[in-house]
């Protein structure tokens, strides 16, 4: 009778334990396997040397690429485990002449509490 007891307990306790933990899940975490992460957003304008804008400058951190637009501002938005404390972001003119010719640049932007950043990026001429 007590081997009976214990295994009915057993189950129950299996049950109740299996539905709390499935219940933890969310869409968020199930994709970074239990990793918990901060959603930041990184806006920011590219300029040149005279503080023009840059179009069509390619922005990637990681695996996340945008591009400037016409007026050299772009929108990254970047989910960074909480593990991480900084992020490179590179600036990459792909495009050759069609916007002048720009050096790369690569930056280490350090994460801070603050969810949006707002930065600001000069790139050198080649020419």
């Given amino acids: 009778m007590k081997n009976f007891i214990l295994k009915l307990l057993n189950k129950q ?3 109740v334990l299996s539905i709390l933990g ?3 899940v969310t869409n968020q ?3 970074q396997y239990g990793v918990p992460v901060r959603y930041y957003e ?3 304008v590219v300029l040149s040397r005279n503080n023009e804008p840059i179009n069509k400058i390619k922005v990637v951190s990681g695996y996340d690429t945008t591009f400037t637009d016409s007026i050299g501002n772009f929108t990254l938005n970047k989910e960074v485990p909480y593990s ?3 992020m490179n972001i590179k600036f990459i003119d792909d ?3 069609k916007n002048g010719n720009y050096f790369s640049k690569d930056t280490l932007l350090f994460i801070t509490p603050e ?3 707002r930065i600001s990026i000069k790139l050198e001429s080649k020419n």
């Fill in 29 to 31: 975490c199930a994709a």
């Fill in 84 to 86: 991480v404390d900084r």
């Fill in 115 to 117: 969810k949006n950043r």
């Fill in 42 to 44: 990184i806006k920011g």
């Fill in 95 to 97: 495009d050759k002449n």
């Fill in 13 to 15: 306790i299996t049950v």
């Fill in 22 to 24: 499935f219940s933890m």
